[in-house]
């Protein structure tokens, strides 16, 4: 079993900044690719931003230039660093991966999720 827990949420005003954290932990061989989902309320979804294993990123073009997603492997943690807040950034933030947690067990995973308010 592998679980992600989300941290970093919070009420910011706008212009602000958040860093949102997710730590895997269980039973991990390899993480592939993780990244970053929102969903605000009564809408879809949505792809925020994923970074691969070797690093390569890919963004949302609503989110592009203003938020980092970046890896820490030996720490099986994905951070999401979001800068110039806007109030349309709000949603609940979830954090995914894909894990190989034995030879022949691969497995996509979602978090809690952790709630990012932006308002003044």
């Known amino acids: 079993q592998v679980q992600l827990v989300e941290s970093g949420g919070d009420l910011v005003q706008p212009g602000g900044s958040l860093r949102l954290s997710c730590v895997a932990s269980g039973s991990i061989f390899v993480i592939n690719a993780m990244g970053w989902y929102r969903q605000a309320p009564g809408k879809q979804r949505e792809l925020v931003a994923t970074?691969?294993?070797?690093?390569?990123?890919n963004y949302a073009d609503s989110v592009k230039g203003r938020f980092t997603i970046s890896r820490d492997n030996a720490k099986n943690t994905v951070y999401l660093q979001m800068d110039s807040l806007k109030p349309a950034d709000t949603a609940v933030y979830y954090c995914?991966?894909?894990?190989?947690?034995?030879?022949?067990?691969?497995?996509?995973?979602w978090g809690q999720g952790t709630q990012v308010t932006v308002s003044s």
């Open positions: 995914n991966a894909d894990v190989l947690s034995g030879r022949y067990a691969f497995g996509n995973y």
């Open positions: 970074i691969t294993n070797g690093g390569s990123t």
